[in-house]
């Protein structure tokens, strides 16, 4: 199985993600990192799709983590932040969207 490494410009990222965003594929890394960190699972629908059960969960990871957004959306603390605690979420996601064996509605 191939592996794509953290590339030090994947801590470098910029990313802003809030409500009725769809399609991307940090969305579904949002989900997959939500789904695996929070208990009991919120069950999540990995998607791409930021739905109306995203906002809340979110919200209990900054607060689970301290992080200082604290407002529901995912910006770059809170996204380097799940990269560095789910390196293996990211890498296996990177891979399975370049392979074409996910795809995002």
């Known amino acids: 199985k191939l592996k794509k490494p953290i590339e030090e410009e994947?801590?470098?990222?910029?990313?802003?993600?809030?409500?009725?965003?769809?399609?991307?594929?940090?969305?579904?890394?949002i989900q997959m990192v939500l789904n695996k960190d929070i208990v009991p699972t919120p069950l999540l629908?990995?998607?791409?799709?930021?739905?109306?059960?995203?906002?809340?969960?979110?919200?209990?990871?900054?607060?689970?983590?301290?992080?200082?957004?604290?407002?529901?959306?995912?910006g770059p603390n809170t996204f380097q932040q799940m990269i560095k605690k789910y390196p293996d979420i990211w890498d296996n996601l990177e891979y399975l969207?370049?392979?074409?064996?996910?795809?995002?509605?």
Do not use: C, H
């Not at 470098?12 to 940090?26: A, F, H, Q, V």
């Not at 969207?97 to 509605?105: C, D, F, M, N, R």
């Open 10 to 29: 994947d801590m470098d990222l910029k990313p802003i993600y809030t409500n009725n965003m769809r399609g991307e594929i940090g969305i579904a890394f």
């Open 45 to 74: 629908k990995v998607d791409g799709w930021w739905g109306s059960k995203t906002n809340p969960i979110v919200l209990q990871y900054q607060e689970k983590y301290g992080l200082a957004s604290y407002d529901g959306a995912v």
């Open 97 to 105: 969207s370049w392979s074409k064996q996910i795809t995002l509605t």
